[in-house]
């Protein structure tokens, strides 16, 4: 028997109108394969005058969302406004009320999950967030459920269109970094102010969910250690294709057995890895453990049409629990685990320095290394005129021996310059 649910939906954008459109568009298809109909009955906007690509019958609009959350005809609520608030406290407003939240919104539950998680516990109802990482890509219910049996040691995930696009460009076609965002934005792929891509604060949002989820303890924006793509020149591109490498802004959460830990930053990726395919704007998700191995996840990572695809998933799954009439068990759980501090973790690091062609100066920079407890793994060294490039590959070394070994390095005269340093990322082939 169908039974209709109805909808409120908190924003009408790229996101939220594509799902309007699924919603009205493929109700018959949707109806046929679930036995449920939707139906749109309130939507919270900012904008009242703003042209719609669908159609807006009386008080259908409001520009308060509360008005959303509060319908008494409104069964279950859809958050695709984006920002924490007031985005954060509507979706309180919903869950004490009992009404099933989905929402899109990786910034907020980057920030506040556990407490929305707790909030939804309470009112046993279902709070989904399936589009909050890698848009159309499942990934949040594969590790939330159906690999919750597994101990996740590793998760990397390239989880930024905008920055893999712009990275991509400058790998194939040689594009220096500005031409690469350029053409990023003309493309739609980069928005007009890029800074939260570049920075690597969106995908640090996404790796403190994946952290969180693949390690069952809490881990939140603030602990995730982010670096951006900004100082990526195409002279590391065209040195790292020559010695096996693409890079990619890469996001790599680890358990050991000091803890957890999650990060994101450019990262040297050998050529056989599975994420080295990842072109454009392209996301994907890599999960290591004992005995799934890996996992790739790889698709859209944004997107409206993806995203919507997302939301819908968790809209049906939402409606379904809710229409079994159970007190919703909590799909998460989160223990507390030590936290290792980004100074501890362990990373191998690529360093291009420009250097006076002296005697002497290679043996000068291997005690700066030495000294600081990081051995070499290779240098490579080309001279031109009185100054030479000297690139130097070390072993896995804490990040606090890393940036005292680079301390010495600025500190020795013929070093003219440490043109950059690139992490790169360990992978038994
Ligand atoms: N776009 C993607 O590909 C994608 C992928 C994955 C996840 N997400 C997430 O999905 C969410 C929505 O993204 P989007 O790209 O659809 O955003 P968007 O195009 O900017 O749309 C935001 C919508 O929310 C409305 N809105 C914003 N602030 C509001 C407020 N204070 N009160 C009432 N309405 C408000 C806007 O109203 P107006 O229409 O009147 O301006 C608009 O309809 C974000 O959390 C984003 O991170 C997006």
Redo the contacts with the bound molecule.
């Keep these: 028997m169908e039974q209709s649910i109805g909808i409120g939906l ?7 109108s594509a799902l309007i459109a699924r919603l009205v568009g493929e109700s018959e298809a949707i109806a046929a394969k679930t036995g449920l109909t939707f139906d749109v009955r309130k939507i ?4 009242l005058e ?1 042209e719609r690509d669908f159609a807006i019958t009386e008080g259908l609009l409001t ?1 308060d ?1 509360f008005e959303v959350v509060n319908d008494p005809t409104v069964d279950l609520v859809v958050e ?4 924490k608030e ?1 985005a954060g406290d509507l979706i309180l407003a919903a869950l004490q009320a009992g009404k099933p939240v989905i929402s ?4 907020l539950i980057a920030s506040r999950g556990p407490e929305l998680i707790a909030a939804a516990e309470r009112a046993g109802v279902p709070f989904l967030f399936e ?2 990482v890698g ?1 159309g890509i499942p990934i949040i219910r594969p590790l939330s459920e159906t690999l919750a049996g597994e101990r996740l040691d590793r998760v990397l995930g390239i989880v930024n269109g905008t920055t893999n696009y712009i990275l991509t460009e400058m790998a194939s076609e040689g594009s220096t970094y500005e031409a690469a965002l350029e053409q990023a934005t003309a493309l739609g792929y980069a928005e007009t102010d890029p800074t939260a891509d570049i920075s690597g604060a969106d995908a640090a949002a996404k790796a403190a969910i994946l952290a969180s989820l693949a390690f069952g303890t809490w881990v939140g924006v603030d602990d995730v250690y982010v670096e951006g793509i900004e100082a990526i020149t195409s002279v590391d591109m065209t040195f790292a294709a020559e010695f096996g490498f693409v890079i990619k802004l890469i996001a790599v959460c680890e358990r050991s057995e000091s803890g957890v830990s999650a990060r994101v930053h450019p990262a040297m990726i050998p050529l056989d890895h599975p994420l080295a395919s990842i072109r454009g704007a392209t996301n994907a998700v890599y999960l290591e453990g004992p005995t799934i191995e890996s996992l790739l996840f790889s698709g859209p990572g ?3 049409g993806p ?1 919507a695809t997302a939301v819908l998933g968790d809209v049906i799954d939402a409606a379904r629990e809710t229409l079994a009439g159970a007190q919703v068990a909590p799909r998460i759980r989160f223990s507390p685990t030590e936290l290792v501090p980004f100074t501890d973790v362990a990373t191998r690091w690529y360093v291009r320095l420009q250097v006076d062609d002296q005697p002497g100066v290679l043996a000068q920079i291997a005690s700066g290394f030495g000294d600081a407890g990081v051995s070499i793994r290779s240098v490579w060294q080309e001279g031109v005129d009185d100054e030479a490039a000297l690139i130097v590959v070390t072993h896995s070394a804490a990040e606090s021996a890393q940036r005292s070994a680079l301390a010495s390095l600025r500190a020795i005269d013929e070093v003219i310059e440490v043109a950059s340093v690139i992490r790169v990322l360990e992978h038994e082939s």
Excluded: C, F, S, Y
């Design positions: 908190l924003g009408a954008g790229t996101v939220g919270g906007v900012n904008r703003r520009d969302p695709v406004m984006g920002g007031p899109a919104n990786k910034e589009a909050a848009g944004a997107g409206g995203t």
